[in-house]
């Protein structure tokens, strides 16, 4: 069986490659273990330098990243520029601060001495998404390969050509052979990768269905995972908000990465008193936004990641106006090629319509009218899901009671956008997902916590 990446700008095909076979996994599994065994034993100066070396190659290797990620999955070039350079950033960040993060921890207790260590667990298999083909793994990668544990990658297979570059800059960085390497398999055969004796631990990111099945999967195995899942983040603007403001962030965070951004504001709740003026500021902003070849710097919007994506993203607008959504922008698939959607806005959003219920992975923003504060937190906590949440407010003290205390999700952001940050941990709740990427509570997830006790 091959894998095919098809640029979804043209239709065309970039590379077909080979799956790996049952035997191959099999041999490069027991490959990285191996390699854990003398890994794990490394001094974090040693993983620290290496990890820095890492940080220099991709920041040389920033173009030829961005246009691989544009031609693979349709990514605005400039905006790959960007993600190249975010994972740079955190493999800095872990190579400066993982000697401290999992230093030993003294508890006093009757004992002579007690502390708390953390060691490492073995190889870690991460399952990742096509939207963010770097910086999903390398989020991953920094803190794993720090904290002495080992890696094998089962991409996306529209993104192999990411995946493989990935495996290509980690030993160029100098890292030992086999400490991370990528598998080139489809979906179909991750069960058994979870099932080998030589995986620890399993983490993934994407979608809620394939959280479920791998969670069910490392769970018959006792194997610890760590979810990242869908959204459906809702931006509540309430009538103290700087509007101009508000509107020019929600837009820039609905249309990162062409919409395609489990951290994307999906669900924009306005207050009555200024339902007017935000709809007409958001459409004025949204509208400007120019939709055309990712290569060219100028283009805001590309196409959507693939075909079938972007015909499921329609079928969902489609089904929330037949239930009485207006749209008020956008809304029809463009002729010509590539897997283009439109800047779309829809109004009159309820409960019981697509653009209310589900994800919509892709530039389409619902707008949801309630009467006031309180409906309006009532609203953004009605869903499935709780990765991330913001409320726009010029009254600070306000806006942090909400964040903090009436806003049900992992991320709660006041007056900006909600994004993943290398020194705050990342994760959601609820069908959103379990457990933390980032920051030291990332570092801790793949570890053992282990009691040491001398009397």
């Given at each position: 069986?091959?894998?095919?990446?098809?640029?979804?700008?043209?239709?065309?095909?970039?590379?077909?490659?080979?799956?790996?076979?049952?035997?191959?996994?099999?041999?490069?599994?027991?490959?990285?273990?191996?390699?854990?065994?003398?890994?794990?034993?490394?001094?974090?100066?040693?993983?620290?330098?290496?990890?820095?070396?890492?940080?220099?190659?991709?920041?040389?290797?920033?173009?030829?990243?961005?246009?691989?990620?544009?031609?693979?999955?349709?990514?605005?070039?400039?905006?790959?520029?960007?993600?190249?350079?975010k994972c740079a950033l955190v493999c800095e960040y872990y190579a400066k601060n993982a000697e401290d993060f999992l230093k030993d921890r003294v508890i006093k207790t009757d004992a002579s001495k007690s502390f708390v260590a953390f060691e490492p667990?073995?190889?870690?298999?991460?399952?990742?998404?096509?939207?963010?083909?770097?910086?999903?793994?390398?989020?991953?990668?920094?803190?794993?390969?720090?904290?002495?544990?080992?890696?094998?990658?089962?991409?996306?297979?529209?993104?192999?050509?990411?995946?493989?570059?990935?495996?290509?800059?980690?030993?160029?960085?100098?890292?030992?052979?086999?400490?991370?390497?990528?598998?080139?398999?489809?979906?179909?055969?991750?069960?058994?990768?979870?099932?080998?004796?030589?995986?620890?631990?399993?983490?993934?990111?994407?979608?809620?269905?394939?959280?479920?099945?791998?969670?069910?999967?490392?769970?018959?195995?006792?194997?610890?995972?760590?979810?990242?899942?869908?959204?459906?983040?809702?931006?509540?603007?309430?009538?103290?908000?700087?509007?101009?403001?508000?509107?020019?962030?929600?837009?820039?965070?609905?249309?990162?990465?062409?919409?395609?951004?489990?951290?994307?504001?999906?669900?924009?709740?306005?207050?009555?008193?200024?339902?007017?003026?935000?709809?007409?500021?958001?459409?004025?902003?949204?509208?400007?936004?120019?939709?055309?070849?990712?290569?060219?710097?100028?283009?805001?919007?590309?196409?959507?990641?693939?075909?079938?994506?972007?015909?499921?993203?329609?079928?969902?607008?489609?089904?929330?106006?037949?239930?009485?959504?207006?749209?008020?922008?956008?809304?029809?698939?463009?002729?010509?090629?590539?897997?283009?959607?439109?800047?779309?806005?829809?109004?009159?959003?309820?409960?019981?319509?697509?653009?209310?219920?589900?994800?919509?992975?892709?530039?389409?923003?619902?707008?949801?009218?309630?009467?006031?504060?309180?409906?309006?937190?009532?609203?953004?906590?009605?869903?499935?899901?709780?990765?991330?949440?913001?409320?726009?407010?010029?009254?600070?003290?306000?806006?942090?009671?909400?964040?903090?205390?009436?806003?049900?999700?992992?991320?709660?952001?006041?007056?900006?956008?909600?994004?993943?940050?290398?020194?705050?941990?990342f994760g959601g709740i609820n069908q959103s997902g379990f457990g933390r990427e980032l920051s030291n509570f990332g570092i801790h997830e793949f570890v053992n916590i282990k009691t040491v006790y001398l009397k």
């Amino acid at each position: 069986m091959t894998l095919k990446s098809t640029n979804p700008f043209n239709g065309k095909t970039i590379k077909t490659y080979k799956e790996h076979t049952s035997k191959e996994i099999e041999k490069k599994i027991a490959q990285t273990h191996q390699s854990w065994l003398v890994w794990k034993d490394s001094s974090f100066k040693e993983r620290s330098s290496l990890m820095l070396k890492l940080a220099k190659v991709v920041k040389s290797k920033k173009e030829v990243l961005a246009k691989l990620m544009t031609q693979e999955m349709g990514k605005p070039y400039l905006e790959g520029i960007a993600e190249a350079e975010k994972c740079a950033l955190v493999c800095e960040y872990y190579a400066k601060n993982a000697e401290d993060f999992l230093k030993d921890r003294v508890i006093k207790t009757d004992a002579s001495k007690s502390f708390v260590a953390f060691e490492p667990i073995g190889v870690v298999l991460a399952i990742m998404p096509w939207n963010f083909p770097f910086w999903q793994v390398f989020r991953f990668l920094a803190p794993n390969l720090m904290a002495g544990n080992c890696g094998v990658l089962k991409h996306a297979s529209n993104v192999s050509g990411c995946a493989l570059s990935i495996e290509e800059m980690v030993l160029k960085a100098g890292f030992p052979k086999y400490v991370f390497q990528t598998l080139l398999v489809s979906g179909k055969k991750v069960n058994p990768i979870i099932e080998n004796r030589f995986i620890k631990a399993v983490t993934l990111t994407g979608s809620t269905q394939a959280g479920k099945k791998v969670a069910e999967k490392a769970g018959s195995v006792l194997k610890k995972c760590v979810l990242e899942l869908g959204g459906s983040d809702p931006y509540i603007i309430l009538k103290d908000a700087d509007l101009e403001k508000a509107a020019e962030t929600c837009v820039t965070s609905r249309m990162i990465n062409n919409g395609q951004s489990c951290i994307a504001a999906k669900r924009f709740i306005v207050v009555k008193p200024i339902e007017k003026e935000f709809i007409k500021l958001f459409k004025q902003k949204m509208a400007d936004k120019l939709m055309g070849n990712p290569m060219d710097k100028k283009t805001d919007l590309g196409p959507q990641a693939r075909e079938d994506l972007r015909n499921e993203l329609h079928e969902q607008v489609k089904k929330s106006i037949a239930k009485g959504a207006k749209c008020i922008l956008g809304g029809e698939i463009p002729k010509g090629k590539g897997a283009f959607y439109p800047v779309t806005i829809l109004t009159n959003v309820k409960k019981g319509m697509p653009a209310y219920n589900e994800e919509l992975f892709g530039p389409v923003a619902a707008i949801i009218t309630v009467k006031d504060v309180n409906e309006a937190i009532k609203v953004a906590n009605d869903s499935v899901f709780g990765l991330g949440s913001a409320v726009f407010t010029r009254d600070l003290k306000k806006g942090e009671k909400i964040a903090k205390e009436q806003l049900q999700a992992g991320s709660a952001f006041v007056n900006q956008f909600v994004k993943s940050d290398p020194r705050l941990p990342f994760g959601g709740i609820n069908q959103s997902g379990f457990g933390r990427e980032l920051s030291n509570f990332g570092i801790h997830e793949f570890v053992n916590i282990k009691t040491v006790y001398l009397k």
